[in-house]
């Protein structure tokens, strides 16, 4: 299966609308629904990216894998639910859904700032995930043969899971190529 991001800039509120859409392929179906979308609306400027709302709807009839995020940053808090739990937790500055933390990755490249450590609401508490420069590398694409350099995401604390994005320079650093390791295997 593929699945679809759109980027979009609404001028009115001055804000931004990252969102994507699966469409799986035969076995997959079995697992994610076409229906399914995710959507962050978040604020960008010369200091970073500001999640202000996510939501995720699985597509399916049931709620149960469905999530609300609200961010209040005049209160410093983000309120919601997460696959029925609720959320109520006091954010840290550069706090992250997991939508825009893709966007808080690529603006900081672009602004000559390496991502670092980024906080996170992952379920129903902050995660902290390093994000680490590796080497560079020249990927084949459809694009033609892109440059690219490699960055690593870990999270703190110990995980078995780690994230590999090639990100081009010369595209902004549009992710172009992206997996995940989970003990030791590429998923």
Do not use: C
């Amino acid at each position: 299966g593929t699945i679809t991001f759109a980027f979009s800039h609404d001028p009115a509120t001055g804000r931004y609308t990252y969102e994507s859409h699966p469409d799986p392929g035969a076995l997959a179906r079995l697992f994610v629904s076409k229906a399914a979308v995710e959507r962050s609306v978040m604020e960008i400027d010369a200091t970073g990216t500001r999640p202000i709302d996510w939501q995720l709807d699985d597509g399916k009839s049931s709620k149960d894998g469905d999530g609300e995020l609200h961010f209040d940053w005049s209160r410093n808090t983000v309120t919601g639910t997460v696959e029925g739990e609720p959320i109520n937790l006091t954010t840290e500055p550069g706090t992250q859904d997991r939508s825009s933390i893709q966007i808080a990755v690529t603006t900081a490249l672009l602004r000559g700032v390496e991502p670092g450590t980024i906080p996170l609401i992952d379920d129903n508490r902050i995660k902290h995930y390093l994000y680490t420069k590796k080497e560079q590398a020249t990927v084949d694409s459809a694009l033609g043969k892109l440059d690219t350099v490699i960055y690593e995401s870990t999270r703190e604390g110990g995980s078995s899971r780690t994230s590999r994005f090639w990100m081009a320079p010369s595209l902004e650093f549009l992710p172009v190529r992206a997996e995940q390791i989970r003990k030791g295997k590429v998923e």
